[in-house]
């Protein structure tokens, strides 16, 4: 039987899991209309739901890299990240349509699956190819009377990371995805891009054509943060071997971070300081116990918002943290079942195939 090595036992399970969980935190008061505890602290800087997407992106940046280097190929690369992303994604856009939104919908169920433009049919069609005709975030009927009426906003993030694992793709087609300069370029390249639209408003491009996808002008804020991130944790991935993870400049790195916070500067701040403090941890061996329970977060990530606004529509008003408390005693069950049935058989053929390409 294979024993694990040191190097082999970490944090990453925990770590996802907790960031899917500050992600919830965010949208219970996003979807009431008010500020997060972070948000409050921080003066409006940050709030919960950005840093956990921001660390999902390092993380992603860090592992898929590895992965990538450890197919045979682009196309077995490109095979195990769909059957990581759309079984998954597949069963919570049905969930979400189905039944979530036919429990939310005004008139009868019969009525609701009748509907043909903006019905449930189509919202599943729309956002199983990524929203790639960026249809709107509503089913129509369904959550009406909710200050917020998006059916699921978490998924937006999925084009980019889809955008950014096709950009890995072209590389190993290239046969440069092992050259580790390239991903500094890469990192330079949208920390630039980001850093003069949010300080300076320089916009290098204005697209304004659906068909532009990430590119187009509405997803420019997302597409050079994302990248960002993506590209920060996949650097500190490829010079893993001199740049050592340790818990000591973590800790100066997390000081840094909270006297930022109230000094004001802490957008700044995370953008250098958050991909090497959250890695730190992650790569830590001391959590890895966790992993018995399966990787959860991407359940807790796709459930979790339409079963929020379920509560907000039964319980108008209902407090963020009692929205919260309740969603993760619903979600948790769910993303359990949901890594069981769906999501672990499919990683098990990825890995599969990474081993018999």
Not at 35 to 63: C, H, K, M, W
Not at 226 to 250: E, Q, S
Not at 290 to 308: A, C, E, I, M
Request: charged share 15%; glycine share 8%.
């Amino acid at each position: 039987m294979h024993q694990e090595s040191a190097a082999e036992r970490n944090s990453f399970h925990l770590i996802r899991f907790l960031l899917a969980v500050m992600v919830i935190l965010t949208h219970c008061y996003t979807i009431d209309g008010t500020s997060t505890p972070l948000n409050r602290l921080t003066g409006g800087q940050l709030n919960e739901g950005t840093l956990a997407v921001d660390g999902f992106l390092v993380i992603s940046g860090y592992l898929i890299v590895q992965s990538a280097h450890r197919s045979r190929n682009a196309l077995v690369f490109l095979k195990k990240r769909a059957l990581r992303i759309w079984p998954g994604l597949i069963c919570a856009l049905v969930f979400t349509a189905l039944i979530i939104g036919g429990l939310a919908y005004d008139g009868t169920y019969a009525e609701y699956l009748r509907i043909r433009d903006g019905g449930p049919l189509s919202y599943i069609f729309h956002w199983l190819t990524l929203n790639l005709a960026a249809e709107p975030w509503n089913i129509t009927g369904v959550f009406t009377g909710n200050l917020a009426h998006g059916v699921n906003v978490s998924l937006w993030t999925i084009k980019h990371e889809v955008s950014l694992y096709l950009l890995i793709a072209i590389f190993m087609v290239l046969h440069i995805h092992k050259k580790r300069p390239v991903y500094g370029v890469c990192y330079g390249i949208f920390l630039a891009l980001h850093v003069l639209f949010t300080y300076f408003r320089i916009q290098l491009w204005d697209i304004r054509h659906v068909e532009a996808w990430v590119l187009n002008t509405w997803n420019y804020d997302h597409t050079t943060r994302t990248g960002m991130f993506f590209f920060a944790g996949a650097l500190i991935g490829v010079y893993r071997d001199v740049l050592p993870l340790r818990w000591k400049y973590a800790g100066f790195g997390a000081a840094l971070l909270v006297a930022s916070g109230f000094a004001g500067m802490m957008r700044p701040v995370e953008l250098l300081v958050w991909p090497y403090l959250l890695l730190c941890f992650a790569q830590s061996p001391r959590f890895d116990d966790f992993r018995r329970l399966g990787d959860l977060s991407y359940g807790l990530y796709v459930y979790s918002y339409p079963l929020q606004q379920l509560l907000s529509h039964v319980y108008p008003g209902i407090h963020p943290m009692l929205n919260f408390a309740i969603t993760l005693s619903l979600i948790i069950p769910l993303a359990k079942v949901s890594w069981m049935l769906v999501e672990q058989p499919f990683v098990r053929i990825g890995r599969q195939k990474e081993h018999t390409a």
